[in-house]
């Protein structure tokens, strides 16, 4: 790099999401910010953990909150005792919930799964904790679960009651919907419908048919054809009852995109609780407050384990692009690149670039993910630093 180049100040700003299994988003922010500085010595770099709504996003705003993560004892999927972690915004007035911390598939790998069974309680259970605080927002990340019961076990945890044809209780998890006659609200916590509840969904899948949360994703949790069918037909039984006091018909709420994520929990909160469901990185870059950290941007780094199609459409890079200002250079650093140039060019990207320094095994790379995600950061940086000396936005 040429002496006039180091002289470059550029605010840079590091807002990638986590390299899945290799590097969390505030590892990957830190490691492009280092690999920015050998280019940039003297420029304005500002790391800013991003996440979609799934998996991290618990971490990632922790990191921009600088709040640490609280914990709960609660159930996991299938009413075992165990921990869980929760996040409190500086002021107090927000919190994220990880749904996958109380029901999520990991934590009952250890046994043979109970796809009928499995359900949201210990959700729910974080958020009796969360309200006992006096927010006023919780913002709850779905994904990665291990149940299929349509968030009822969630507002069962808040206190209301789910019956059967007899006024006895259903059976826990999605193979007890069938069953159920009446939903009693009566002794649900008041403050759990006073607080503002978004879901974050990075999925648009309906609740029910062959799109839906038990046909597309029961499979991967231990649904055999039968038992999907079971979970289908609860799904499509429980929007049928929570239709019949409300304006909206059954088959609308079983056809809405999104009410099939993570088992369809946007069903019962949207229905009981007033919840709205939200694109994850929409939800996520409001709470970060995304549009004014870029506002100054010269540079921005992003990056994901996967660079591909789906990255525009909701996820991590797609937000980053759009709420960065139109004069900035965008560019996306992966473990995996599968956009052309063109592609990259025709979505708004400057130039994406793998991690990879050659034919590589995944393990290698996940083993030195930050090393190599700081040294690809530091090669972009410097061919935009080449490039840049008569550039007056990035310069003294």
Known sequence: MSREASTLTPTIVCAPDSFKGSAGASEAAAALARGARQAFPHAHITDLPFADGGEGTLDALLAVWGTPARTVEVVDAIGRPATARFGLSADGKTAVIEAAQANGLPQVSDVDLQPERADTYGVGLIARQVLALGVEEILLCIGGSASTDGGVGIVSALGATFTDGSGEPIAPGGGGLSALASVDTTNLDPRALDVRWRIAVDVDNPLTGPHGAAAVFGPQKGATPESVAVLDSGLAHLAEVLASSGETSAETLA?????????????????????????????????????DALAGADIVLTGEGSFDSQS?????VAAVRDHAPASASIVVIAGRVALTPAE????GITAALSIAPGPAELSELSDQAEELIESAAAHA????AAGSTSSPALQN
Do not use: D, H, N, Y
């Open 344 to 347: 990259c060019r025709a979505a």
């Open 312 to 316: 525009l459409g909701g996820k991590v």
């Open 255 to 291: 056809a809405t995109p999104g009410f099939g994520a993570a088992g369809g929990i946007p069903m019962a909160l949207t229905a009981l609780l007033g919840a709205e469901v939200v694109p994850g990185s929409s939800m996520v870059a409001e709470a970060v407050g995304l549009t």
């Open 381 to 384: 940086c410097a061919l935009l």
